[in-house]
T-cell receptor, first 115, second 116 residues
Framework: DSGVTQTPKHLITATGQRVTLRCSPR?????VYWYQQSLDQGLQFLIQ???????AKGNILERFSAQQFPDLHSELNLSSLELGDSALYFC??????????????FGPGTRLTVL | AQSVTQLGSHVSVSEGALVLLRCNYS??????LFWYVQYPNQGLQLLLK??????LVKGINGFEAEFKKSETSFHLTKPSAHMSDAAEYFC??????????????FGTGTKLQVIP
């Protein structure tokens, strides 16, 4: 158990809909990262937050947005869903040290299926 | 820009045989390198990391990796494979963004199959 929690575990929805994925980081971690993992694209970094502020952006679509709240939990919002958005979405957290040596701790993921 | 290349998307070894998973990196600055493992239906878990101390890094579950600057490699090895090692392994490199915070780039992953 990494200490990172994600809800829900599974989500099935229809094209055009909007969903929200939730992540609670490990106690004491200030950074939260979101990743998308699919068979054809592999593991893709989406976005990172540190103590409520956006710190880095990866391959995140404009239809997707995220935020980190004062209690440090984070939400990833996916809108106008398409079939290709079906994937595993992982959240990870780390202490947030500057310098590059942070270990990221991954949650169990949310499996999104768009029908 | 930093990147990692994992050679071989699938590797099969016999139980008890040597495990060798290859990772080459590209980095304009001294890199920090990581190996993560993902078991079926789970998130990624850190195996080991190189942070410029010792070049031979020991991790969990008997895995180790050696940083070779001359070869820009960080291959993962284990002397004797167990059935429980069947998983997907990801090599990753970190680099700093303009704000001074790390951004991680993952390789495409190598699925390890262990044959009894």
């Amino acid at each position: 158990d990494s200490g990172v929690t994600q809800t829900p575990k599974h989500l099935i929805t229809a094209t055009g809909q909007r969903v929200t994925l939730r992540c609670s980081p490990r106690s004491g971690d200030l950074s939260v990262y979101w990743y998308q993992q699919s068979l054809d694209q592999g593991l893709q970094f989406l976005i990172q937050y540190y103590n409520g502020e956006e710190r880095a952006k990866g391959n995140i679509l404009e239809r997707f947005s995220a935020q980190q709240f004062p209690d440090l939990h984070s939400e990833l919002n996916l809108s106008s869903l398409e079939l290709g958005d079906s994937a595993l979405y992982f959240c990870a957290s780390s202490v947030g040290r500057a310098g590059g040596t942070d270990t990221q701790y991954f949650g169990p993921g949310t499996r999104l299926t768009v029908l | 820009a930093q990147s990692v290349t994992q050679l071989g998307s699938h590797v099969s070894v016999s139980e008890g045989a040597l495990v060798l998973l290859r990772c080459n990196y590209s980095s304009s600055v001294p890199p920090y390198l990581f190996w993560y493992v993902q078991y079926p239906n789970q998130g990624l878990q850190l195996l080991l990391k190189y942070t410029s101390a010792a070049t031979l890094v020991k991790g969990i579950n008997g895995f180790e990796a050696e940083f070779k600057k001359s070869e820009t490699s960080f291959h993962l090895t284990k002397p004797s494979a167990h059935m429980s090692d069947a998983a997907e392994y990801f090599c990753a490199v970190t680099h700093m963004n303009s704000g001074g915070y790390q951004k991680v780039t993952f390789g495409t992953g190598t699925k390890l199959q262990v044959i009894p």
